[in-house]
């Protein structure tokens, strides 16, 4: 299996595709042009608003329509991307971005096999398309078609060579196949034809990472931040890395390194927690720790859902109930289990929540 503690999301999801939209009313273009900008800077609200202001301008205008779904998709309306790109489909039949947008929407709301054919159809229509080869990877990877799913990936880097989900996904794909070695060789094949591409670079290092080479790995992964200063994953990559070499100080870092430039970042936010209680500063790493999703720290512990009840603080519960809830890693679970007894020595009653794939051990 790969590593889950540095960055390579698998089976990379495709970029919404965005499209030049001419309009007849040059007010419509003046909007549609600001929705891209808006877009393009990740305001999506306002590029939502000035879309739908254009498209009052110019109805039924297949380019304003594509570029709405492909805002819906990226603000997680899959549903609503849907609807916007069997518009453009009905209007533009022989349309491969028609095509694609469909299929793209039907695979983030789960039909693979639907979105597989919708994807074919863009094929057909385009064979050069690379998004519609590489999403058609995906569709047939979720549909557990794995010959499939590589023939799609490498048709897409077949198109465009320097493609860089199409990479990830291809070398994802390797990996979890049991070939990770397979995935360095064609790497390396790739970075002879383009040295300094930073997404082969990055992926390399970190295939490089899975079979042991880490000064491979750190080389490499240093030579992405090169080229991309601002890049967090690099970092993050970085300081993994390091700890994995007892380089404490490097991993704290990267890590925070990754942090400042994607204060978001989960992966980030773990790793850094997990250095800290490895450097033996508990207060900072016990406090970072609890950033985590379920964490005190975070909109998603438990002490934030009302109908569960208040935190508690370690107040008199003699006669009252105590919620344990289990959402750390199995291991983790298993491991703060020990303390339920303890607990129930502080608390007239002890209830135990956990996912069912624990109940044999109850």
């Known amino acids: 299996m790969w590593y889950g503690c540095i960055s390579s999301p698998p089976f990379s999801r495709f970029r919404p595709l965005v499209i030049g939209a001419a309009s007849d009313s040059p007010d419509g273009e003046q909007l549609a ?40 998709l990226q603000r997680g309306d899959p549903t609503g991307a849907l609807a916007w790109f069997l518009s453009c489909r009905d209007s533009m039949p022989s349309s491969a971005h028609a095509h694609l947008g469909v299929g793209q929407a039907l ?20 064979s050069l398309c690379a998004d519609a ?36 996904n291809l070398c994802d ?46 080389m490499l992964t240093r030579r992405v931040t090169e080229l991309l200063p601002n890049y967090p994953d690099a970092y993050l990559n970085l300081g993994t890395f390091a700890q994995w070499r007892h380089d404490v100080n490097g991993a704290l870092v990267n890590f925070r390194r990754a942090l400042t430039l994607s204060p978001q970042n989960r992966i980030a936010e773990g790793n850094l927690a997990h250095a800290l209680l490895y450097a033996g500063d508990y207060a900072h790493g016990w406090a970072q720790y609890e950033t985590r999703p379920m964490g005190v720290r975070s909109t998603l512990a438990v002490h934030a859902r009302p109908g569960w009840g208040p935190r508690w603080t370690g107040a008199d519960l003699s006669t009252g109930t105590l919620l344990l809830h289990g959402e750390g890693g199995f291991g983790d679970v298993l491991q703060f289990c020990r303390y339920a007894a303890a607990a ?18 109850a």
């Open 33 to 72: 042009a600001r929705g891209r900008e808006f877009a393009r800077a990740g305001r999506l609200e306002e590029a939502e608003a000035a879309y739908r202001a254009a498209l009052k301008l110019a109805p039924n205008h297949f380019a304003i329509m594509y570029n709405l779904g492909a805002l819906s």
């Open 107 to 126: 695979l983030a709301t789960g039909r693979a096999p639907e979105a597989a054919e919708s994807l074919r159809q863009a094929i057909a229509q385009d």
């Open 133 to 168: 080869h590489n999403a058609l990877g995906l569709a047939l990877m979720a549909a557990g078609d794995v010959a499939g799913a590589e023939a799609g990936f490498r048709a897409a880097l077949s198109a465009r060579p320097n493609y860089a989900a199409a990479i990830s």
């Open 173 to 218: 794909l390797l990996g979890h196949d049991g070939r990770a070695e397979q995935a360095a060789r064609e790497l390396e094949g790739m970075r002879e034809a383009m040295p300094d591409n930073p997404n082969i670079l990055f992926k390399l290092g970190y295939v490089k990472a899975f079979l042991g080479d880490l000064d491979a790995a750190a």
């Open 344 to 361: 129930h020595e502080r608390a007239g009653r002890v209830v135990i929540g956990l996912a069912r794939k624990y109940a044999s051990l």
